[in-house]
């Protein structure tokens, strides 16, 4: 945001005025923090590190090696909290990546949306083996008497 300034004393001094609420679409307040993050999915199996820039009670900003291929549905942990939490990837701008927190409550910064993850978004998450046909197994070394 460009704040406009306005001369004081010969002296040039910048004046805050508060955001409007047209530019904003964040629905809970954000705090700047600085914590390494890990971005967890493939059922825990794949990992990658990130930088958590700011966080709020519905979602996160996170600093990522662009090279980086992001999932859209993966978990995150944010410090050296054990907490893990289930997030979808809501825009990606070169290392920069806005999530959404799948727990997070509809409304801004209701109590309980710091809670572990529910199983909501979980279940897309996981690998779900399926058996193989019946006419390629029958095709396979292993299989015959």
Do not use: Q
């Amino acid at each position: 945001m460009v704040r406009p300034c306005e001369r004081r004393e010969g002296l040039m001094v910048a004046v805050s005025h508060p955001a409007s609420d047209d530019n904003e679409r964040r629905v809970a307040p954000r705090t700047r923090i600085l914590k390494r993050g890990k971005i967890l999915f493939n059922n825990r199996y794949s990992t990658f590190d990130c930088t958590v820039r700011n966080i709020s009670a519905t979602g996160a900003l996170l600093t990522i090696d662009p090279a980086v291929p992001l999932p859209k549905l993966f978990e995150i942990r944010i410090g050296e909290d054990e907490t893990v939490r289930s997030a979808k990837l809501v825009y990606r701008r070169d290392s920069f990546a806005g999530i959404h927190f799948i727990d997070a409550a509809e409304g801004a910064g209701e109590a309980g949306s710091t809670d572990a993850p529910t199983s909501a978004g979980m279940d897309e998450l996981r690998i779900h083996p399926r058996p193989l046909p019946a006419a390629l197994v029958a095709c396979l070394s292993w299989t015959r008497s």
